[in-house]
């Protein structure tokens, strides 16, 4: 999918975004949320140069937020975790437009550009950068396992069995969930970290 052009970058950022809000929003975020008159805006990277973008823009003094996922990478047949980009050459950064001097982050190593609209940078949608941070967990890593039910359909995201589909069976309170998996015609049950896990 070309995420290039803003209306279809925007729609991603939307769609992409299902999960509900929760109350509170983790202490390690708290320098994230903009003050009142800032609004978020989309940062469209180089390729896999998301990392080095946001490292680059917060030296000059913008705060900016990539939201990360857990995933299990699998490399001559071993397993590792790895953060990776949740949105793949996306990031958010606040700005006042009033007061902010945001062209420098068109020149910014690592950027390929602001999503712009009109000549300008293009506000995300109000609420869709909030849902994102009420949902990241104290490590930085995105949670899209927060709303989950069982009896739902859900993907592996790490460990032996990555990228499986399953049937949620269980969830405790210590965030631990067991999961029905079809594996080769056998049912098997796994238990693990809710984290670990998405809605499909």
């Known amino acids: 999918m070309n995420l290039g052009s803003t209306d279809v970058g925007l729609d991603y950022m939307r769609s992409s975004v299902s999960v509900q809000s929760e109350k509170g ?17 989309l940062v469209y990277t180089l390729p896999q140069q998301e990392a080095q973008a946001e490292y ?8 900016p937020f990539l939201p990360r996922l857990s995933r299990t990478i699998r490399h001559a047949r071993h397993l590792r975790s790895v ?13 006042d437009l009033s007061t902010s001097g945001w062209t420098p982050i068109n020149g910014t190593i690592g950027v390929s550009r602001l999503v712009m609209a009109h000549g300008k940078p293009q506000p995300v949608p109000p609420g869709v950068v909030e849902t994102l941070i009420d949902n990241t967990d104290d490590a930085g890593i995105l949670q899209l396992s927060r709303q989950l039910q069982v009896g739902q359909a859900v993907q592996l995201l790490s460990g032996p069995f990555a ?11 210590n965030g631990r969930v067991k999961v029905l998996l079809d594996i080769m015609n056998s049912k098997i049950s796994a238990t693990l970290s809710r984290s670990h896990l998405k809605s499909v």
Do not use: K, M
């Open 163 to 173: 990228n499986a589909i399953g049937e949620l069976e269980r969830i405790d309170a």
């Open 25 to 41: 929003t983790p202490s390690v975020l708290v320098s994230q949320c903009p003050p009142s008159a800032d609004r978020w805006y």
């Open 83 to 95: 953060r990776a980009p949740a949105f793949s050459r996306y990031l958010f950064v606040p700005l």
């Open 56 to 63: 680059q823009l917060r030296r000059q003094g913008f705060r």
